[in-house]
């Protein structure tokens, strides 16, 4: 039986227009067999939230640079608990203060990639982190 791979969503949300380093974590995570699907700029949470459970994907990975972080992070998990689809792991990347990681992963936020951090070094904690909703394996 043919083993599935990884399915993931990479998007921008909010009104940040800056989606260079989503492109290269998107190549970088399909590079390493994952699939990923791109939204493009300008989402809302809800676009996000609906694109994923329509594409049943396996995780989601925003970039967020605009400093929206703490408002836009928080209701994309809000909104995945309300429509029933809160085992989609939610990773984020982008310019978020140290003191704003640690709330965003108490809250639900699986990690945070702040500028510096490696395509190897995400795609690795995919590798290790992200486990399959439909008996997917990692990248």
Known sequence: MAEKILRL???KVGLDGHDRGAKIVARA???AGCEVIYTGLHQTPEMVVNTAIQEDVDAICLSI???AHNTL???VLRLLKDRGAA???LLAGGIIPDEDIRTLKATGVL????PGASTRDIVDYVRGHVRGRR???GA
């Open 29 to 31: 995570l399909r590079d």
């Open 73 to 75: 992070l928080p209701k």
């Open 87 to 89: 085992d989609i792991p």
């Open 65 to 67: 640079l605009s400093g």
């Open 135 to 137: 008996g997917a394996v």
């Open 111 to 114: 990690e945070v990639f702040t």
């Open 9 to 11: 969503l990479v998007g």
